[in-house]
């Protein structure tokens, strides 16, 4: 079996999330190529040569590329799967975007989210908010493939000696374009990739309820901010703050939720943590049932006093 790996990126680094697909797509067993699609982005082939597991670098530089437009990049990768068994992308904003496309342009069903690797044609997968586990079997001759990336270990990021190959140029499909990105840009680590998280929840009750208790625990711990979507819907935190179902789903090493009552949404972006610790006055809130370690109290209380003693 040989697999097509999508690399996530922002022509300038390896993302993350690529490192998870990486691990999954050596699970499936066989050779692994990693498909670096952008503009000016020799430096992210370099490094994704140098991943543990990858074989080959497909390089793909071209002008159409540079915003990773689905409709330019999808075709391309579409065409380059004559030659591969499984396209496997990251279920990252990017990677939902392109994995749906190749799927319908192969005319096979794309296997979403996986967080297990069965056997090569047998994988599992969350459904009803991750509440169950679905066991999914394939019989598609090519499989399309997205990743959780909380699910696998990150590839190394050297050891590997993967020769890169330049791929033909890409054409624009003219049907959408690039205007322009606000990025949101903090001092603190990304999301997705924060060892320590503090979230806030709608219990905080104001934009600046949320960072005056929020943002200075997170400073003192070093910890990337989240938010629930109630917290988001209400206007306490941005959008990229969100954390859940429909927001970005974490596994950190510790997750501190403030006034979060656990709604099942929520709890299916960040239960796979390694230590959740909860901060609610109802003693009854869901988020109990996942934490590890709860505390009871009012948070304008126990948050300062948390604060104050790191």
């Given at each position: 079996?040989?697999?097509?790996?999508?690399?996530?990126?922002?022509?300038?680094?390896?993302?993350?999330?690529?490192?998870?697909?990486?691990?999954?797509?050596?699970?499936?067993?066989?050779?692994?190529?990693?498909?670096?699609?952008?503009?000016?982005?020799?430096?992210?082939?370099?490094?994704?040569?140098?991943?543990?597991?990858?074989?080959?670098?497909?390089?793909?530089?071209?002008?159409?590329?540079?915003?990773?437009?689905?409709?330019?990049?999808?075709?391309?990768?579409?065409?380059?799967?004559?030659?591969?068994?499984?396209?496997?992308?990251?279920?990252?904003?990017?990677?939902?975007?392109?994995?749906?496309?190749?799927?319908?342009?192969?005319?096979?069903?794309?296997?979403?989210?996986?967080?297990s690797v069965e056997a090569p044609d047998t994988f599992t997968r969350p459904i009803y908010a991750g509440n169950a586990i679905a066991t999914v079997k394939t019989s598609d001759a090519k499989k399309v493939i997205t990743v959780r990336g909380t699910a696998f270990a990150k590839a190394a990021t050297s050891g590997g000696s993967a020769s890169i190959e330049t791929v033909g140029s890409a054409t624009d499909a003219g049907t959408a374009r690039f205007v322009?990105?606000?990025?949101?840009?903090?001092?603190?680590?990304?999301?997705?990739?924060?060892?320590?998280?503090?979230?806030?929840?709608?219990?905080?009750?104001?934009?600046?309820?949320?960072?005056?208790?929020?943002?200075?625990?997170?400073?003192?711990?070093?910890?990337?901010?989240?938010?629930?979507?109630?917290?988001?819907?209400?206007?306490?935190?941005?959008?990229?703050?969100?954390?859940?179902?429909?927001?970005?789903?974490?596994?950190?090493?510790?997750?501190?939720?403030?006034?979060?009552?656990?709604?099942?949404?929520?709890?299916?972006?960040?239960?796979?943590?390694?230590?959740?610790?909860?901060?609610?006055?109802?003693?009854?809130?869901?988020?109990?049932?996942?934490?590890?370690?709860?505390?009871?109290?009012?948070?304008?209380?126990?948050?300062?006093?948390?604060?104050?003693?790191?």
């Open positions: 079996m040989s697999i097509l790996v999508l690399a996530e990126h922002d022509n300038a680094e390896l993302k993350d999330a690529t490192l998870a697909a990486v691990t999954a797509a050596t699970q499936l067993g066989g050779e692994v190529h990693v498909l670096v699609a952008g503009h000016g982005c020799a430096a992210v082939a370099d490094a994704a040569a140098k991943v543990a597991g990858v074989a080959k670098v497909l390089l793909a530089d071209d002008a159409a590329l540079a915003a990773a437009l689905p409709e330019n990049v999808a075709p391309l990768a579409a065409g380059l799967m004559a030659g591969y068994d499984a396209f496997v992308a990251p279920a990252t904003s990017r990677g939902k975007n392109i994995a749906p496309r190749v799927a319908a342009a192969l005319d096979v069903a794309q296997i979403s989210e996986i967080l322009g990105a606000e990025l949101t840009k903090s001092a603190r680590p990304e999301l997705t990739a924060a060892k320590i998280i503090v979230s806030g929840g709608r219990a905080l009750g104001s934009s600046d309820k949320f960072h005056e208790y929020i943002d200075p625990l997170a400073d003192k711990l070093g910890a990337a901010v989240g938010a629930s979507r109630a917290a988001v819907d209400a206007g306490y935190a941005p959008n990229d703050y969100q954390v859940g179902q429909t927001g970005k789903i974490v596994a950190p090493e510790l997750y501190v939720a403030v006034g979060i009552s656990g709604a099942i949404q929520h709890l299916a972006g960040m239960k796979d943590s390694k230590i959740i610790v909860a901060i609610n006055k109802d003693e009854e809130a869901p988020i109990f049932q996942v934490a590890d370690v709860g505390l009871v109290g009012d948070l304008f209380t126990l948050v300062p006093e948390l604060t104050g003693k790191l």
